[in-house]
């Protein structure tokens, strides 16, 4: 047996036998559901989803709480304005292993509660609550269908009026991505970000009744998006909670007119039937199949569902496709090409090309009408509005059938009309988009031809289909609105003529009454009731239509083949195919901001002291401790401490519950460090012995910083908060979000403007940024450390331009350079910099629509943005180097460099490492270099000896170790195996020379000195 696997053996029985020790610690409470929890289930009626819980009911226990959580799926917030009752819940949670997962407690006056708008499918609440402010209090938090219980009271919570649905897969069987929703209106607040976070191609979605379904396809270009491929998943709208998933057969593609939603039902159509789905549990209530002889097969090609009564054209089989797996890590980036069955070469075969029209009465199941013709029809060329349907036959004909009786009202074949809108063309390739997207659109007196496939944008009358008026370049993404025709793109470079614009056109003639913002590539364009959305130079361009003005949303951008669809009174965008410059990913929803201050005044409530806030116990550290995130504020992972020449581990603690610990700090014989169920954690350095434990109200990503006595961390909860170091007293909280308002992010539960970042500490000066999208507003504070008073407060920052209003986001962890504040700042700034002094914003307005730069931030992305890159330079020039990509799918060797010749500068990399991956045969000059297998989670950089922990091969749960290496030769000191993945920047060292690793299984190593 080899060293290694000899010491992996070792680590795993002492482990072992650490863990069973403390087993009764982080196990699930066996004890039974209590029979007030039942009950209130029962009531509620719901097992997924969102239960808001106002205080404890009279006689209760925190235990009833956290029974909700665990008689159901349900994901439940507790708030009281009794601190003692949020302390009670957080322990019951924790002893549960639920806080921070599945339960979520803060304290706050119970008149107004911290969640958002339309969040809670439930909420119980005592008789106390029927007051009638209180009583809307609840209904504001509750999404419509979801119920209250308000004592005996039960109350459902209606839709609004003026909602509209997005009831198929271009909004309605016209095709026309045009919503009438009257709420979804600008400006916004981010409502939930969810899973999935990537899925395969192609994807399309439907929404009706607060839900949003998307069915996903067969071609998985990374890893990532595997689990997903052939699955259809119905997703709450209000929360992003996912209801319910089914597998769908392989061997149909799915990018076409077959899913309609309803309130009450889904319609689903494939190769062999249209299966009718409860919409709520996702079980098949029946199917309605092609009868027998009526046409060329049973296969569904394009279907509208319209006043009960569905649409389809149906046909033969098509050419068979079959489920692409990947094995390609990384977040998205595909290689465009001709997939089967793209090319479109036999209408007898292609994809949704059939001959035979059906009307079905849903309610009786029962064929009204069939008309077949003798053509195949081109489903992307078919849509209804206004009793009719228009269909189109290749190169041959442009055809109308009356809805109510199948009979034909009209075809064009004419000459001039077929000549403009021309052969279909190929597209598949990133510029032009899909060859499977629908081109034919109708509304009011007008068809248009536009897309991927058409060389001209073509408009046709509907009374007889007489050519009306054409324009070159057809690749233009049209949403139709009462104003005029809104034409995003095309995207060619400027090349052969093509204007890198968009266009408004008047109906009749189509005259251009309006420039638009260029779009980017393939993604559809859709419309709100008073803006256009579309793909930028990444982000999304939202195009307000009353004012003519771009604003762009930087962290994400339209999904490739839906676009940003509008249901019941909110926008979605993704999940997403690839990845791009983006900051966020998965389910992205907005609600309406309606009136809401983003830039409110500071005002005394933000802050909470301590009675004796001021009196610190002295809390000595040691130079060569480790008193912040990677050693220092300018986390450069640096130390003075002597690495020690061999190890032995020396102690583990485990986080109850399995949480997901922090870099670890260790200072003054103690080890610091957060989990994200909210807990920060004080062990003795030298047996881990616990202690001191405090809450916070929800998830710490980054571990506190230390300054005289004082320990400072921010948390998802949106505040900071300072303890005594000595004892864990807390002696102040001051809240950085504008407001408390939280949000569903990725299953938990937090601020809209979370301090994911950390913060640092300097001079008695506390910095922090709150915040995670630039449009729901950033803020950034310098905070006294003694008090938590405002030193200067930086408000303005996520919209650094006025021109096209977007600016920074919080997407990394914080840190100082100079005199100036800094952190990844999401697409538009690649680094957010502020002045120390002043907190102004130091970032030169991009008044242009485009994002830049990508982030993959580990706070929510932890499967991604956990390698660290290095750069560290040391005193005689020396410079050791490794390079990671941003989403952790390239590395490259970590080596040492020689000095540069006099005046010569190392070149520029992007913080994201994205790009270098292209430079492989750039030859470098290395005194050494570490094996190509190894990824790097964190270092520590001592004056003769480099600390390294990454794992080997693919593994890293098999694979992880901590080793120790020459600086001078790369040769290996020592290297311990490890019993999880490393978090990153996740060791520390105290000045003995003590070694401390956080990995994300939950637990915390010591290693020491051998004796």
């Avoid at 998985?220 to 996912?242: D, E, P, R, W, Y």
């Avoid at 029809?377 to 349907?389: E, H, K, P, Q, T």
Wanted: proline share 6%; charged share 20%; hydrophobic share 40%.
């Amino acid at each position: 047996m080899s060293r290694t696997r000899r010491l992996l053996v070792a680590i795993g029985i002492w482990i072992g036998a650490f863990w069973a020790g403390i087993a009764g610690i982080a196990a699930a409470d066996p004890t039974p559901v209590s029979a007030a929890a039942k009950s209130a289930l029962a009531r509620l009626g719901i097992t997924r989803g969102i239960c808001a819980v106002v205080g404890l009911p009279e006689g209760g226990a925190a235990e009833t709480v956290t029974d909700l959580a665990r008689g159901s799926d349900l994901v439940v917030y507790f708030q009281s304005s009794e601190a003692d009752e949020v302390q009670a819940v957080r322990e019951a949670a924790g002893a549960a292993g639920l806080l921070g997962s599945r339960v979520f407690a803060d304290a706050g006056d119970v008149r107004r509660l911290h969640l958002a708008d339309n969040l809670a499918g439930a909420v119980l609440a005592a008789s106390a609550m029927h007051q009638p402010s209180a009583r809307a209090e609840l209904l504001r938090v509750l999404h419509p269908q979801g119920k209250a219980l308000i004592g005996d009271e039960e109350i459902v919570k209606p839709f609004p009026a003026g909602i509209d649905s997005w009831s198929h897969s271009y909004h309605g069987p016209d095709n026309n991505t045009q919503s009438r929703d009257q709420l979804a209106r600008a400006p916004y607040l981010t409502q939930f970000l969810a899973e999935p976070l990537f899925v395969p191609m192609p994807e399309i979605s439907v929404a009706a009744g607060g839900r949003v379904f998307r069915a996903f396809g067969h071609i998985a270009h990374k890893a990532n998006q595997n689990a997903m491929l052939n699955t259809l998943i119905c997703a709450n709208g209000f929360n992003g909670t996912i209801l319910w998933k089914r597998t769908l057969p392989e061997g149909f593609m799915i990018h076409r007119n077959t899913l309609v939603a309803t309130p009450e039902l889904l319609y689903l159509a494939d190769s062999n039937s249209c299966k009718r789905i409860d919409a709520a549990s996702g079980e098949i209530r029946d199917e309605i199949v092609v009868p027998e002889g009526v046409s060329d097969g049973p296969v569904w090609k394009w279907m509208a569902l319209v006043d009960g009564v569905l649409y389809a054209l149906v046909g033969g089989r098509e050419t068979p496709i079959s489920t692409q797996r990947s094995q390609t890590p990384g977040l998205g980036h595909w290689p465009w090409g001709m997939w089967d069955g793209h090319d479109y070469r036999d209408p007898r075969t292609n994809f949704g090309f059939g001959r035979t029209f059906l009307a079905i009465d849903t309610a009786r199941r029962k064929v009204l009408w069939s008309h077949r013709e003798a053509d195949y029809v081109d489903a992307r060329g078919v849509c209804l509005a206004a009793g009719r349907i228009y269909f189109y036959v290749p190169e041959k004909q442009l055809g109308c059938l009356d809805a109510a009786t199948g009979s034909v009202q009209w075809r064009n074949s004419d000459a001039d009309l077929l000549a403009a809108i021309g052969p279909n063309g190929r597209a598949q390739h990133y510029v032009t988009g899909y060859s499977t997207t629908t081109y034919l659109k109708v509304f009011g007196k007008y068809l248009f031809f536009a897309g991927p496939q058409r060389s001209r944008l073509v408009t046709a009358r509907i009374e007889d289909g007489q050519l009306l008026w054409q324009k070159d370049h057809g690749n233009l993404l049209l949403v139709l609105r009462d104003d005029g025709v809104y034409a995003a793109g095309p995207q060619n470079g400027g090349s052969d003529g093509v204007p890198e614009t968009g266009f408004k056109f008047a109906y009749e003639t189509g005259e251009v009454l309006a420039k638009l913002p260029k779009r980017r590539a393939c993604t559809r364009a859709t419309g709100s009731v008073d803006s256009i959305f579309y793909r930028a130079n990444e982000g999304t361009v939202r195009f307000a239509t009353g004012t003519n003005r771009t604003h762009h949303m930087a962290p994400m951008r339209p999904p490739c083949q839906d676009g940003v669809i509008i249901s019941d009174g909110h926008l979605y965008w993704g999940p997403w195919m690839c990845g791009c410059q983006l900051s966020l990913y998965g389910h992205v929803c907005l609600a309406p901001a309606g009136d809401f201050d983003f830039r409110p005044r500071l005002d005394d409530s933000r802050l909470v002291q301590a009675a004796d806030f001021q009196a610190v116990r002295p809390f000595p550290a040691e130079p060569g401790d480790w008193p912040a995130y990677q050693g220092d504020n300018e986390r450069s992972a640096k130390t003075a401490a002597t690495v020690p020449p061999r190890v032995s581990p020396r102690w583990a603690v485990a986080v109850p519950g399995g949480g997901f610990p922090t870099a670890p700090i260790a200072a003054g014989g103690r080890v610091f460090f957060g989990d994200r169920n909210g807990v920060l954690h004080a062990v003795d350095a030298a047996d881990g012995r616990p202690q001191w434990q405090a809450y916070t109200g929800g998830a710490i990503y980054l571990p506190p910083a230390l300054e005289d006595g004082r320990l400072f961390v921010g948390s998802a909860d949106g505040r900071v908060y300072a303890f005594e170091a000595a004892t864990g007293r807390p002696l102040w909280t001051f809240r950085a979000a504008p407001v408390d308002r939280w949000i569903p992010v990725y299953g938990k539960l937090m601020s809209t403007w979370p301090v994911s970042g950390g913060v640092v500490v300097r001079g008695g000066v506390v910095y922090a940024a709150a915040g995670i999208s630039h449009f729901d507003g950033t803020h950034v504070y310098a905070l006294d450390a003694a008090s938590g008073r405002v030193k200067w407060h930086n408000d303005t920052s996520g919209t650094t331009s006025e021109e096209v209003d977007h600016g920074v986001s919080v997407q990394g962890e914080l840190s100082l350079r100079g005199e100036e504040l800094r952190f990844l700042g999401g697409g538009v700034h690649e680094e957010a910099r502020y002045d120390l002094a002043t907190g102004k914003c130091l970032n030169e307005p991009v008044d242009q629509p485009a994002s830049a730069f990508h982030t993959a931030f580990y706070a929510y992305y932890p499967d991604y943005g956990k390698y660290l890159p290095l750069d560290s330079r040391l005193g005689d020039g020396r410079w050791l180097s490794y390079d990671c990509s941003y989403e952790g799918s390239w590395q490259s060797r970590l080596m040492l460099l020689p000095p540069l010749p006099p005046g010569a500068q190392r070149p520029a990399k992007p913080l994201s490492r994205w790009g270098l991956q292209w430079r492989r045969g750039q030859k470098l000059e290395t005194i050494w270099q570490q094996p190509t297998q190894r990824r790097f989670n964190s270092f520590i950089v001592g004056s003769q000896t480099l600390l390294a922990a990454g794992h080997t091969g693919d593994d890293a749960r098999d694979s992880s170790f901590l080793a120790a290496l020459r600086l001078d030769t790369g040769d290996e000191l020592w290297l311990e195996p490890l019993p999880g993945p490393v978090v990153k920047g996740g060791t520390a060292i105290d000045h003995q020379g003590r070694i401390f690793v956080s990995l994300e299984n939950g637990k915390v190593l010591a290693f020491a000195a051998q004796p």
